[in-house]
């Protein structure tokens, strides 16, 4: 007869995120996309705005990398026909979001980013952020911008 005994060691990730430790306080962010005319928006010329978010997990156990997700907030849900597209609380107006590492659109349908540990357990999941319009015709809401997303970070 034989016996086969497993061993192993339970660890908890120690991150911060934007240099925060309070995990959350650094996912939450308001970042201002500007303020632009309607025209700015219907002709495309509206800024790509940077997003950081650095999750460093240097001063823990290693770990294989980092994955994000995301689920819509509120009333602001994705625009099914506009990839890394989420709606704003404006007609017509949406927030294009695309993930700095390789300009991909966002996924918000049960698809996780996945950052691979490069070796110093640091991951820039940072994204840029850019008002588009999803229609084409000139009727689209002037006001205060406003739209957020749900994100959901699990150690890999």
């Not at 940077?50 to 994705?78: A, D, R, T």
């Not at 070796?119 to 205060?144: C, F, H, L, Q, W």
Request: glycine share 8%.
């Amino acid at each position: 007869m034989a016996t086969v005994e497993v061993t192993g060691n339970v660890v908890y990730p120690t991150c911060n995120i934007n240099g925060l430790k309070d995990i959350p306080s650094g996912l939450t962010q308001t970042v201002d996309l500007g303020q632009y005319t309607a025209k700015d928006i219907l002709d495309g010329t509206t800024k790509s705005v940077p997003i950081p978010l650095v999750i460093n997990c240097s001063s823990g156990p290693n770990i294989n990398g980092v994955s994000l997700s995301f689920s819509h907030l509120g009333s602001y849900p994705p625009v099914g026909s506009y990839p890394g597209a989420i709606r704003t609380n404006l007609r017509n107006i949406a927030v294009l979001l695309k993930w700095k590492i390789d300009n991909s659109e966002v996924e918000f349908f049960n698809i996780a980013k996945v950052f691979k540990n490069n070796g110093d357990n640091i991951y820039d999941a940072s994204m840029v952020a850019k008002i588009v319009p999803y229609t084409s015709i000139n009727n689209i809401e002037k006001g205060r911008l406003k739209s957020g997303i749900k994100v959901i970070m699990s150690y890999i």
